[in-house]
């Protein structure tokens, strides 16, 4: 059964208070871990070396107006009042934004589009495509195929960022919240304490990944509740305490003082202050999970006020301290009263471990996505809840960022270094959500051109500052992201253009419908029992790995049936609309296409779950079919049910079970681009059932699927060949289905053309093997049984 059933089935009604309370109260834990815990570390990294707390409080005061403004211009405007809004289907982060601009502009470069997946009902557009045909923006993107390429690496940069913070964001965190222990141990017990302390806690974090968040996810909302009350408790008291005047600092001349003052120094030191913006981008890409208002709500009235105020409060504090020898450094815990540090202490830790789970949860999240629309190599995605949705773990990655992480950890051993690299990857993605916003407000909102360079130079100008001082300290820790970054890039880019690639050797290479047909009759063709499924990446035509398979070995199954499981840029796909059902070949030759559409944040169903929905779905086209032949004949007096790319949108039991709804009728001619005529005469299911058995082992329980044949269709149309026919096409579909089922899936290898630059033999014939025979095959994805695997070895020549 789908998970993912109901997920944007029906227009949003509008919330409850009370419900909007619950969801915001829920966001604390999930979307607002990692952005709550930066008081942590931020004015730690801004002073650590660049500048110095001098008696004038200049540097002090100053530091607090930039992050007062930049909290206010960033996370609270540009985000919250802005980004929120271009949510895909209620689905947000930067493959949500590049999904849209695909949806209103042809820029995609994923290969196997059809006329009919604009008819999906996921698949709105802002606007009439009359309005969208006349933008010339639009015009200027589609022309100029670079900007195709431009765009999906912009797509890939920010999503290689966001998982350099997965690995950055934990170790500064848990590492932050652990260097209170400075306060109550010698210079010497700190540095054998701290960093053993915090990979223990990074390795207890990442173990239990495998067992999901949602047994003690629970806990997370209440953590990071008690957490900001207890940073704004702290805050208030100081600033009545220590210096009830600090508000002052809000002014923003204090920003141009700091920076007259400190000239170059200060510049760099805004690598420190921009980390207290980390996790912003965590309330768009979570946006799915809750709602725009929720989490408007959250951030407006509890998480930016207690930031402000933990803020405030170590600023007011700082105002009247100024000696710190080494162990008594700026940072949190020197503003936390004695009598309450060790409870801040333990309290800080459980937030640190909240705010990393969120962000290793948005990396595991973010990597589904990416392989989805075929931009990262197949890896196993496990789904660690059947009730929540989006809950994945994925072994390779989980287990590689905890390495990469307790690397960091121990090969920096100090904040500045850990929040240079970490500011730098967490001000990429912002810069990147910019850019592609900028796109969106003029392809989806059809707002001025004007309008969007606007908010590009105002937002762009602002992260790019903050992108200039994180980028100087290249040497000093933000080579770290930059280095990951690329080469996740390179393996991503990799990844992609070989994928493409490799469909255009088989558009070039697949064979026609006649030349099966023809070589049926030539060598003889034999029919064994059972179900063939052929897995191919093709919408139209015969594979090659098929023609070769045949070529080899003249026998086949009696029913054939092609199958294309396919990524639409579309967050979700309603089980009503997921697959497009279509004959190859006369009725006669038992053969068919079945293509299965999956958005880029479904969950894949399981095999036997699927298996069981394709044949259904089979068994319903067989029906619907044989009424769109009886009424073309009667209309035009012959039947012509021979178009290799006509397709038709057969609903999915499970909605028919949940909703008790028809056959969901809708026919589509890929060839003509068009949608052809639909049956709406869905009578009510009676009279002869059939039921299909599928061969199950002794010790399993047999399962069955059950489907109609209705009495009344046996005098529609005039007389009742048809009917008859398809009731013979029913059984054979029982008996295969009870025979077995075999899934035939290509082995590629792939070399490059003789000639071939050496650039391309590194890329295609070394680096994209390498990550063929070391990735998940396409069974492991499709999860396929072992027992019913055939493969079909293919060499692609690219």
């Known amino acids: 059964m789908d998970p993912e059933f109901g997920v944007g089935m029906a227009p949003r009604k509008r919330e409850s208070w009370r419900t909007t309370l619950l969801l915001a109260y829920q966001s604390l834990g999930v979307v607002y871990g990692d952005l709550s815990i930066s008081p942590l570390y931020v004015y730690k990294s801004t002073f650590a070396e660049d500048i110095t707390h001098s008696e004038t409080n200049e540097e002090i005061y100053g530091a607090l107006s930039f992050v007062f403004w930049t909290l206010t211009l960033i996370p609270l405007i540009k985000y919250v009042t802005i980004v929120l809004r271009a949510d895909d289907n209620g689905e947000g982060g930067t493959f949500a934004l590049y999904s849209l601009i695909c949806r209103h502009a042809n820029v995609s470069l994923l290969p196997n589009r059809q006329v009919a997946d604009e008819e999906l009902s996921t698949y709105k557009l802002q606007c009439s495509p009359e309005t969208a045909q006349r933008s010339r923006v639009k015009e200027w993107l589609e022309k100029h ?71 003690v996810g629970f806990l997370f909302a209440p953590i990071v509740l008690c957490w900001l009350l207890c940073m704004s408790a702290i805050g208030l008291y100081n600033i009545i305490h220590w210096n009830p005047h600090v508000y002052q600092a809000l002014n923003p001349s204090y920003m141009i003082t700091f920076l007259k003052k400190t000239r170059k120094s200060g510049w760099m030191s805004l690598g420190g202050i921009l980390l207290c913006m980390t996790g912003s981008e965590a309330m768009f890409a979570d946006l799915g999970h ?111 960022l905890m390495i990469l992480c307790i690397a960091v950890t121990v090969g920096f051993r100090n904040t500045k270094h850990m929040g240079n690299a970490s500011g730098l990857a967490v001000i990429t993605v912002m810069f990147v959500t910019t850019c592609l916003m900028s796109v969106v407000m003029m392809l989806c909102w059809h707002r001025s051109p004007l309008l969007a360079l606007a908010f590009f130079l105002f937002f762009g100008s602002i992260e790019a500052l903050y992108f200039s001082a994180s980028l100087i300290k ?130 894949h169903q399981d095999v036997d779950s699927f298996e069981t929905e394709l044949v259904e779905s089979l068994a319903t086209f067989i029906k619907l079919d044989a009424l769109f032949r009886c009424s073309d004949a009667a209309a035009d007096g012959e039947v012509d049910y021979e178009r290799e790319n006509a397709l038709t949108v057969i609903g999915s039991n499970p909605l028919r079970r949940h909703l008790g709804m028809g056959i969901m009728g809708g026919g589509y001619d890929e060839s003509h681009d068009g949608v052809s005529p639909s049956s ?67 082995h590629s290898h792939v070399q490059t053309k003789p000639g071939s630059s050496l650039l391309k033999k590194l890329a295609v014939g070394v680096v994209y093997n390498f990550l063929r025979r070391n990735c998940r095959g396409p069974d492991v994805v499709l999860r396929v049984p072992p027992a019913s695997l055939l493969e079909v070895g293919m060499v692609y020549v690219l």
Request: glycine share 8%; with cysteine; aromatic share 10%.
């Open 145 to 215: 195929k670079r900007l195709h390429t431009a765009l999906l690496i912009m797509v890939m940069i920010g999503t290689c960022m966001v998982i350099g913070d997965g690995v950055l964001t934990p170790a500064i965190s848990v590492f932050s919240a652990v260097s209170g222990l400075e306060l109550s141990l010698s210079k010497d017990q700190h540095e054998y304490a701290v960093i053993p302390i915090t990979c223990a806690i990074l390795v207890f974090l990442f173990a239990l990944q495998h067992y999901g968040t949602h047994r």
């Open 290 to 400: 809750f709602s725009y208002s929720a989490i408007q709500l959250a951030f407006t009235s509890l998480v930016y006020p207690s930031l402000i105020l933990g803020y405030m409060g170590q600023a007011a504090y700082l105002s009247k301290h100024h000696n710190f020898d080494a162990n008594n450094q700026i940072g949190f815990y020197i503003a936390v009263p004695e009598s309450v540090r060790w409870p801040v202490l333990v309290l800080a830790i459980l937030a640190s471990v909240v705010g990393s789970q969120a962000i290793i949860s948005g990396t595991f999240s973010i990597i589904n996505q990416s392989q989805s629309l075929s931009c990262f190599p197949r890896v196993k995605v496990v789904h660690t809840s059947a009730k929540i949705h989006g809950q994945i773990y994925i072994p390779e990655v989980n287990w590689m």
């Open 474 to 603: 290249f040497l000093e820790g933000a080579w770290v992201p930059i280095l990951l970054s690329l080469i996740l890039l390179a393996v991503m880019f990799v990844w992609h253009h070989t994928t493409i690639r490799k469909y255009e050797y088989d558009m070039h290479n697949k064979v026609t419908l006649e030349w099966l047909l023809a070589l049926c009759d030539k060598l003889g063709m034999v029919r064994v029992p059972g179900i063939g499924l052929v897995y191919t990446d093709l919408t139209s035509g015969v594979p090659a790995n098929f023609s070769r398979f045949v070529t080899n070995l003249p026998a086949f199954h009696r029913v054939l049936i092609f199958v294309c499981v396919k990524s639409v840029p579309v967050p979700h796909v309603l089980p009503a609309e997921r697959y497009l059902v279509g004959r190859v070949g006369p009725v006669g030759h038992r053969s068919y296409r079945c293509i299965v559409r999956y958005g880029y944040r479904d969950v």
């Open 680 to 746: 709406e005469d869905a009578a009510e299911d009676s009279a002869n059932g059939i039921e299909l058995a599928a061969a199950a082992a002794p010790a399993t329980k047999t399962k069955r699927v059950r489907f109609a044949v209705e009495e009344s269709r046996r005098r529609h149309g005039g007389g009742g060949e048809v009917d008859e026919g398809v009731l013979e096409e029913l059984h054979e579909l029982c008996e295969a289905r009870e025979s077995g089922t075999a899934f035939i899936l290509g």
